[in-house]
């Protein structure tokens, strides 16, 4: 009981392990699979950098056993890029300066995108609120608001685009 | 578009815990529950009978001169700060490497610890052998007697400690493999962590490297040598394998160095008119347990600064720093000039108050448009032309009429000594660069790029920026004090000056494509001889919203970085700043109880500030029409402009006189501002 | 950082984990959302032999009026209550509460019935369950049993359920006409968890008098805090400003706050005091048919 076969389709991939009980869905990420994109900045579940998007919902990975991830599909920061594209959010930060260091950043992106999904057109208040869960010590956030208004820009014109194809 | 910042959006970055070495060990400390206590006995993991070093003072800040008192990398008869580490274990999963944590046992008797420094100043010492816990005392300038018929006004301020919480903890991954140490690091500074390794664990310098990984900000904490660095070195010296540790948030809280700590009890003398005449200061630096850090530096550092950039012609300033049985002090983002400029600010702004003048007004009387030298040898620039500016381009009458606005100014001192160096190397088409700090967050890779392009004539995609290692660069100093534009910049200028001799001499005339088919390598330690002033100053306002709970709505800068290379990484880094001077101002607080147990268990509780706490920020960076190409460093100035203005901004608009940060809910907390 | 090693059950049919707690109740702890048993996990504050997780039990998570009340599941996200209209219109004290605790993650996560049954006093749903008048129904071998909400949070950590049952529904009666109720916290700067939050319901008759009033007070006291005394103040009374600040002021009289991180215990009884009165008069309002 204390060892279990998991299945888990991480960007796309479906992929297989033995994992214990107890290991974090942050260290399956990072340590089993390798994908060392997603940041461990706390222990207390306050920073965010470990958000990865689980079932098309933003969660932090460190709050979550490996175990609950079985039969599920996760996204990461590995994940957002599509054949060397980056996704408008990525386009966002760099455009916009949205980072320094870059430690918060992955669980930033991830964050932004889930936002951007369950609200296209979201107000200034409606991202700060949104990236309550998400600390960042460098930037003082001005700069990934205006990252995260530019994807939204971005991706809404890109969807008019399709549309009126 | 920076390369690297391309590869940290994709998830590509590569920190210190991302680093996985075949055959790797986890270790992790064992830590001392009490602030204060013997150690009787510790049965189990790796202990002080057998790792016997002593700490070393490198990095920001550091201090040869007290070594009196030494600090255990693992302690063995006293502990003297809570998370003091006292044995280590390790495995070779990090998981059975924690459970391992609780295999030692340590027997501890508590001893009554001292946590307030003014109780530290009487108590007696808790050092045995020293005289009293008094780690260094400074006296600047002269005493003075004052004219009858002024204004005295006698005022004490506090900054209390605050946790630095760079969102990547500390951590590393040393590696000895028979012959040789290599460190990977998250570092400010890779020839500190070198020289401290080689000083502590009596190891010549050739034995050791250390190369920077990407370090997630630092803000202060990553230059000093920590105990779990030398315990992780000295475990893959016995063990020959590979050997990582990485802080636990928990751990960051309680055991990285603290920032700001210090009180300040200020005299001013001033006439009527407001023109001041002397200043009185003693200071007090909380410096908890060790004397590594800037416990020891800090007194005479923030005392010579105390005077800002006012024309006094007396001063006395009396300042200690005290042993408390705290984790120790080190520097924080500003390292002791926000300190300084918060004490000299908000009593100005009381001055004026006293003399009914208006606080900007006061200033101007107190500033010249010559170059200054104070009492206490700081040296400015002409000051008045730029504070003149200031509160015309922040609109500073107009707001001041409007509402509760604060309004400060400041000279900043870079800390450019020693210098810096810069190494260019030239080889198969690619200028490859390497520079004595290690960013973490400010961009050294767009910096040097400019400069180098600029100065070679080459195109800045073939130039590659590359991370810090103590094998490719034989010398540097480190990132901090808002100096590397200026030394490492200076250093990086110099550099490739010398290689551009070097090609006349070989090529005679030569283009810039010539440059590039030859090789050259050019290490140069540049040194800048004449102190340098930044100048700055911020305008505040804040307001009251639901329940009393203040906010800061607007944060104006006008700042005199000098040369910008690179604007919108200045505007983030002015952002970036306020934001920690806002949480110095209304969330953050290390607060301690009185047997010495940090009451901060979380990042939140620490007082991280958010998103929806920031302000409307307006930035305006001056011209400096002296000297148009000198960088002046600005990755300071915003915690020592801030925090004055912010506090006056909050006084004003409770209509009470504040001293102190962090501003508590309930220092301030009335019904009636709640609406 | 790492939690302490435990045994994972992951039961498909609630009967599956009723009789797994009937067996190895005193060793498990119920895996839900897990944003207060995983951080608990790996400061090794707890050590449970069994993580039992229920996530995996089909239709636990739901909102649905019936028989006179409102029925929630116990893995009821708070994301969806913060969002859904129902609970919005009629039990706005419970979507105000879980559209404000701790972040919008944490709340893709968390459940109701975890942070019921967590009897944590800085948890914001018990007071809003005592305000409300709701009741827990606790399922075990034996069957079910209906416990209000009165006696259900016994202590700091500790409820009324036995180690061997499990939260299998909340029942919140659906408020008559001319009711309204409104939950306020006050949070020191960082989505900390709250200095002390005040849930408020008041039901007027149709003279407009006060005819019932329910309240609750979150990290107030060592467990949620019914400040029975402000209760029975405003019930049959006409309701001005007046009333409602005496309300407010004896549900401080009854708060016991203790000074810590988040401020001095007299600034947090002052704090009640100015939440209590503003939820009084947010419920008011809404009572009367206001926002």
Same mark, same amino acid.
């Given at each position: 009981?204390?060892?279990?076969?998991?299945?888990?389709?991480?960007?796309?991939?479906?992929?297989?392990?033995?994992?214990? *009980?107890?290991?974090?869905?942050?260290?399956?990420?990072?340590?089993?699979?390798?994908?060392?994109?997603?940041?461990?900045?706390?222990?207390?579940?306050?920073?965010?950098?470990?958000?990865?998007?689980?079932?098309? $919902?933003?969660?932090? *990975?460190?709050?979550?056993?490996?175990?609950?991830?079985?039969? $599920?599909?996760?996204?990461?920061?590995?994940?957002?890029? +599509?054949?060397? +594209?980056?996704?408008?959010?990525?386009?966002?930060?760099?455009? +916009?300066?949205?980072?320094?260091?870059?430690?918060?950043?992955?669980?930033?992106?991830?964050?932004?995108?889930?936002?951007?999904?369950?609200?296209?057109?979201?107000?200034?208040?409606?991202?700060?609120?949104?990236? *309550?869960?998400?600390?960042?010590?460098?930037?003082?956030?001005? $700069?990934?608001?205006?990252?995260?208004?530019?994807? *939204?820009?971005?991706?809404?014109?890109?969807?008019?685009?399709?549309?009126?194809? | 578009?920076?390369?690297?910042?391309?590869?940290?959006?994709?998830?590509?970055?590569?920190?210190?815990?991302?680093?996985?070495?075949?055959?790797?060990?986890?270790?992790?400390?064992?830590?001392?529950?009490?602030?204060?206590?013997?150690?009787?006995?510790?049965?189990?993991?790796?202990?002080?009978?057998?790792?016997?070093?002593?700490? &070393?003072?490198?990095?920001?800040?550091?201090?040869?001169?007290?070594?009196?008192?030494?600090?255990?990398?693992?302690?063995?008869?006293?502990?003297?700060?809570?998370?003091?580490?006292?044995?280590?274990?390790?495995?070779?999963?990090?998981?059975?490497?924690?459970?391992?944590?609780?295999?030692?046992?340590?027997?501890?008797?508590?001893?009554?610890?001292?946590?307030?420094?003014?109780?530290?100043?009487?108590?007696?010492? =808790?050092?045995?052998?020293?005289?009293?816990? =008094?780690?260094?005392? &400074?006296?600047?300038?002269?005493?003075?007697?004052?004219?009858?018929?002024?204004?005295?006004?006698?005022?004490?301020?506090?900054?209390?400690?605050?946790?630095?919480?760079?969102?990547?903890?500390?951590?590393?991954?040393?590696?000895?493999?028979?012959?040789?140490?290599?460190?990977?690091?998250?570092?400010?500074?890779?020839?500190?962590?070198?020289?401290?390794?080689?000083?502590?664990?009596?190891?010549?310098?050739?034995?050791?490297?250390?190369?920077?990984?990407?370090?997630?900000? @630092?803000? %202060?904490?990553?230059?000093?040598?920590?105990?779990?660095?030398?315990?992780?070195?000295?475990?893959?010296?016995?063990?020959?394998?590979?050997?990582?540790? #990485?802080?636990?948030?928990?751990?960051?809280?309680?055991?990285?160095?603290?920032?700001?700590?210090?009180?300040?009890?200020?005299?001013?003398? @001033?006439?009527?008119? !407001?023109?001041?005449?002397?200043?009185?200061?003693?200071?007090?630096?909380?410096?908890?347990?060790?004397?590594?850090?800037?416990?020891?530096?800090?007194?005479?550092?923030?005392?010579?600064?105390?005077?800002?950039?006012?024309?006094?012609?007396?001063?006395?300033?009396?300042?200690?720093?005290?042993?408390?049985?705290?984790?120790?002090?080190?520097?924080?983002?500003?390292?002791?000039?926000?300190?300084?400029?918060?004490?000299?600010?908000?009593?100005?702004?009381?001055?004026?108050?006293?003399?009914?003048?208006?606080?900007?007004?006061?200033?101007?009387?107190?500033?010249?448009?010559?170059?200054?030298?104070?009492?206490?040898?700081?040296?400015?620039?002409?000051?008045?032309?730029?504070?003149?500016?200031? @509160?015309?381009?922040?609109?500073?009458?107009?707001?001041?009429?409007?509402?509760?606005?604060?309004?400060?100014?400041?000279?900043?001192?870079?800390?450019?000594?020693?210098?810096?160096?810069?190494?260019?190397?030239?080889?198969?088409?690619?200028?490859?660069?390497?520079?004595?700090?290690? @960013?973490?967050?400010? %961009?050294?890779?767009?910096?040097?790029?400019?400069?180098?392009?600029?100065?070679?004539?080459?195109?800045?995609?073939? =130039?590659?920026?590359?991370?810090?290692?103590?094998?490719?660069?034989?010398?540097?100093?480190?990132?901090?004090?808002?100096?590397?534009?200026?030394? %490492?910049?200076?250093?990086?200028?110099?550099?490739?000056?010398?290689?551009?001799?070097?090609?006349?001499?070989?090529?005679?005339?030569?283009?810039?494509?010539?440059?590039?088919?030859?090789?050259?390598?050019?290490?140069?330690?540049?040194?800048?001889?004449?102190?340098?002033?930044?100048?700055?100053?911020?305008? &505040?306002?804040?307001?009251?919203?639901?329940? !009393?709970?203040?906010? =800061?709505?607007?944060?104006?800068?006008?700042?005199?970085?000098?040369?910008?290379?690179?604007?919108?990484?200045?505007?983030?880094?002015?952002?970036?700043?306020?934001?920690?001077? #806002?949480?110095?101002?209304?969330?953050?607080?290390?607060?301690?109880?009185?047997?010495?147990?940090?009451?901060?268990?979380?990042?939140?509780?620490?007082?991280?500030?958010?998103?929806?706490?920031?302000?409307?920020?307006?930035?305006?960076?001056?011209?400096?029409?002296?000297?148009?190409?000198?960088?002046?460093?600005?990755?300071?100035?915003?915690?020592?402009?801030?925090?004055?203005?912010?506090?006056?901004?909050?006084?004003?608009?409770?209509?009470?006189?504040?001293?102190?940060?962090?501003?508590?809910?309930?220092?301030?907390?009335?019904?009636?501002?709640?609406? | 950082?790492?939690?302490?090693?435990?045994?994972?059950?992951?039961?498909?049919?609630?009967?599956?984990?009723?009789?797994?707690?009937?067996?190895?109740?005193?060793?498990?702890?119920?895996?839900?959302?897990?944003?207060?048993?995983?951080?608990?996990?790996?400061?090794?504050?707890?050590?449970?032999?069994?993580?039992?997780?229920?996530?995996?039990?089909?239709?636990?998570?739901?909102?649905?009026?019936?028989?006179?009340?409102?029925?929630?599941?116990?893995?009821?996200?708070?994301?969806?209550?913060?969002?859904?209209?129902?609970?919005?219109?009629?039990?706005?004290?419970?979507?105000?509460?879980?559209?404000?605790?701790?972040?919008?993650?944490?709340?893709?996560?968390?459940?109701?019935?975890?942070?019921?049954?967590?009897?944590?006093?800085?948890?914001?749903?018990?007071?809003?369950?005592?305000?409300?008048?709701?009741?827990?129904?606790? /399922?075990?071998?034996?069957?079910?049993?209906?416990?209000?909400?009165?006696?259900?949070?016994?202590?700091?950590?500790?409820?009324?359920?036995?180690?061997?049952?499990?939260?299998?529904?909340?029942?919140?009666?659906?408020?008559?006409?001319?009711?309204?109720?409104?939950?306020?916290?006050?949070?020191?700067?960082?989505?900390?968890?709250?200095?002390?939050?005040?849930?408020?319901?008041?039901?007027?008759?149709?003279?407009?008098?006060?005819?019932?009033?329910?309240?609750?007070?979150?990290?107030?006291?060592?467990?949620?805090?019914?400040?029975?005394?402000?209760?029975?103040?405003?019930?049959?009374?006409?309701?001005?400003?007046?009333?409602?600040?005496?309300?407010?002021?004896?549900?401080?009289?009854?708060?016991?706050? /203790?000074?810590?991180?988040?401020?001095?215990?007299?600034?947090?009884?002052?704090?009640?005091?100015?939440?209590?009165?503003?939820?009084?008069?947010?419920?008011?309002?809404?009572?009367?048919?206001?926002?």
């Amino acid at each position: 009981m204390s060892l279990h076969h998991i299945v888990v389709t991480v960007n796309g991939e479906k992929r297989e392990a033995e994992v214990d *009980s107890r290991l974090l869905l942050v260290h399956f990420l990072r340590e089993t699979l390798g994908l060392t994109g997603t940041h461990i900045g706390c222990d207390t579940s306050n920073c965010g950098a470990c958000a990865v998007i689980m079932d098309g $919902k933003a969660v932090k *990975s460190c709050t979550i056993l490996a175990v609950q991830a079985d039969g $599920k599909e996760l996204l990461t920061v590995e994940g957002l890029a +599509k054949n060397g +594209k980056l996704h408008p959010v990525q386009e966002g930060f760099l455009k +916009k300066h949205g980072l320094q260091c870059g430690f918060c950043t992955p669980g930033m992106l991830m964050t932004s995108y889930w936002l951007l999904q369950k609200n296209p057109n979201p107000t200034e208040a409606e991202i700060q609120r949104g990236i *309550s869960g998400n600390l960042c010590r460098c930037t003082g956030y001005v $700069k990934i608001v205006e990252a995260i208004q530019y994807a *939204s820009q971005k991706m809404r014109e890109s969807n008019a685009q399709v549309q009126t194809k | 578009m920076s390369d690297n910042l391309r590869r940290l959006v994709e998830g590509r970055g590569q920190f210190v815990d991302d680093l996985h070495l075949p055959n790797m060990l986890h270790l992790k400390l064992v830590r001392s529950p009490y602030a204060r206590a013997r150690v009787a006995k510790v049965k189990g993991g790796i202990n002080g009978s057998e790792v016997k070093f002593d700490l &070393v003072s490198v990095g920001e800040g550091a201090s040869d001169e007290t070594q009196t008192v030494a600090y255990p990398v693992l302690a063995s008869d006293y502990v003297n700060y809570a998370g003091q580490p006292v044995a280590a274990v390790f495995a070779e999963d990090l998981y059975k490497a924690t459970d391992k944590i609780e295999e030692v046992e340590v027997e501890y008797e508590p001893l009554k610890p001292v946590v307030d420094p003014e109780e530290a100043l009487r108590s007696e010492p =808790i050092h045995p052998g020293t005289k009293s816990n =008094i780690i260094s005392s &400074v006296q600047l300038g002269k005493d003075f007697r004052v004219p009858n018929a002024y204004v005295e006004l006698e005022e004490e301020f506090a900054n209390e400690r605050i946790i630095t919480d760079p969102l990547e903890p500390r951590g590393l991954v040393a590696h000895f493999d028979g012959s040789r140490l290599t460190v990977w690091a998250s570092t400010q500074s890779v020839h500190s962590w070198k020289e401290g390794i080689c000083d502590c664990m009596g190891l010549s310098a050739d034995k050791v490297r250390v190369i920077q990984l990407d370090t997630g900000g @630092a803000f %202060g904490s990553k230059s000093s040598l920590y105990p779990e660095y030398v315990v992780a070195c000295y475990l893959s010296m016995k063990t020959r394998r590979p050997v990582k540790w #990485i802080e636990t948030r928990s751990e960051h809280l309680l055991v990285t160095h603290q920032g700001r700590g210090t009180r300040a009890k200020m005299r001013i003398f @001033a006439d009527r008119t !407001g023109v001041v005449y002397g200043l009185k200061g003693d200071l007090l630096v909380d410096a908890g347990a060790y004397p590594v850090g800037m416990g020891a530096f800090a007194p005479g550092w923030i005392g010579f600064q105390v005077t800002g950039p006012y024309t006094f012609s007396h001063a006395l300033v009396n300042a200690k720093s005290v042993y408390t049985n705290k984790v120790p002090l080190g520097p924080y983002r500003g390292a002791g000039r926000p300190e300084a400029a918060f004490f000299i600010e908000r009593m100005m702004d009381l001055l004026a108050d006293e003399l009914g003048m208006d606080p900007v007004e006061v200033r101007l009387k107190n500033v010249s448009g010559e170059p200054f030298v104070s009492p206490l040898g700081l040296r400015t620039e002409p000051f008045k032309p730029f504070l003149e500016s200031a @509160a015309r381009e922040l609109d500073y009458q107009n707001r001041a009429r409007k509402g509760a606005v604060g309004f400060s100014c400041f000279v900043l001192i870079p800390a450019i000594q020693p210098g810096e160096s810069a190494r260019v190397a030239i080889a198969k088409g690619k200028v490859k660069v390497w520079m004595g700090g290690c @960013a973490h967050g400010q %961009g050294h890779d767009i910096l040097a790029k400019v400069l180098v392009s600029e100065e070679l004539g080459v195109p800045e995609a073939c =130039i590659e920026v590359e991370k810090g290692d103590t094998d490719q660069l034989s010398e540097g100093v480190g990132t901090w004090g808002s100096r590397t534009t200026i030394v %490492g910049g200076g250093a990086l200028v110099q550099a490739c000056r010398k290689i551009k001799d070097e090609a006349k001499k070989a090529l005679g005339d030569y283009s810039s494509d010539a440059l590039l088919d030859h090789e050259f390598d050019a290490e140069v330690f540049f040194s800048r001889r004449e102190p340098l002033n930044s100048f700055g100053a911020n305008l &505040v306002s804040a307001s009251a919203g639901e329940f !009393g709970v203040i906010r =800061i709505d607007e944060c104006m800068a006008y700042y005199d970085a000098g040369r910008v290379l690179n604007p919108a990484m200045v505007e983030s880094q002015i952002i970036g700043g306020s934001a920690q001077a #806002i949480g110095q101002v209304l969330y953050e607080e290390a607060k301690y109880d009185e047997d010495g147990q940090l009451l901060a268990a979380t990042m939140a509780e620490a007082g991280m500030p958010k998103a929806q706490h920031m302000p409307r920020f307006t930035i305006k960076l001056a011209t400096n029409t002296s000297s148009p190409n000198q960088p002046r460093g600005v990755g300071e100035s915003p915690t020592m402009g801030v925090p004055p203005a912010a506090v006056r901004a909050i006084e004003k608009l409770t209509r009470r006189k504040l001293t102190e940060t962090p501003i508590r809910p309930e220092d301030i907390s009335s019904k009636k501002l709640a609406k | 950082m790492i939690p302490p090693r435990f045994d994972y059950v992951a039961p498909r049919e609630l009967a599956e984990a009723v009789d797994f707690l009937e067996k190895h109740g005193d060793y498990a702890k119920i895996l839900a959302g897990g944003h207060s048993l995983i951080p608990l996990l790996r400061f090794r504050f707890a050590s449970p032999k069994y993580l039992v997780d229920i996530n995996g039990i089909s239709d636990l998570e739901y909102m649905r009026e019936s028989d006179g009340h409102l029925h929630i599941g116990p893995l009821t996200r708070y994301v969806d209550v913060e969002s859904s209209k129902l609970i919005q219109s009629k039990y706005a004290a419970l979507s105000d509460a879980a559209g404000h605790i701790a972040d919008p993650l944490v709340r893709n996560m968390g459940t109701v019935g975890g942070n019921v049954c967590h009897s944590d006093p800085a948890n914001d749903l018990p007071a809003v369950m005592l305000a409300l008048g709701a009741s827990i129904i606790a /399922v075990g071998r034996a069957g079910e049993r209906v416990i209000p909400a009165e006696e259900f949070f016994v202590d700091t950590f500790q409820t009324a359920l036995k180690p061997t049952e499990l939260l299998k529904e909340i029942l919140v009666p659906i408020p008559p006409a001319r009711t309204g109720n409104a939950y306020l916290k006050l949070e020191r700067g960082a989505g900390d968890f709250p200095v002390v939050g005040v849930a408020a319901q008041v039901r007027l008759d149709e003279q407009g008098s006060c005819e019932a009033v329910g309240l609750g007070l979150t990290a107030a006291a060592p467990k949620v805090l019914k400040p029975k005394r402000a209760e029975t103040f405003l019930e049959g009374k006409r309701l001005s400003e007046k009333e409602i600040q005496e309300a407010a002021s004896l549900a401080a009289q009854d708060a016991q706050p /203790v000074s810590d991180i988040r401020g001095p215990a007299e600034y947090k009884r002052e704090m009640v005091q100015v939440l209590a009165f503003r939820a009084l008069q947010q419920a008011l309002e809404r009572a009367r048919g206001g926002a």
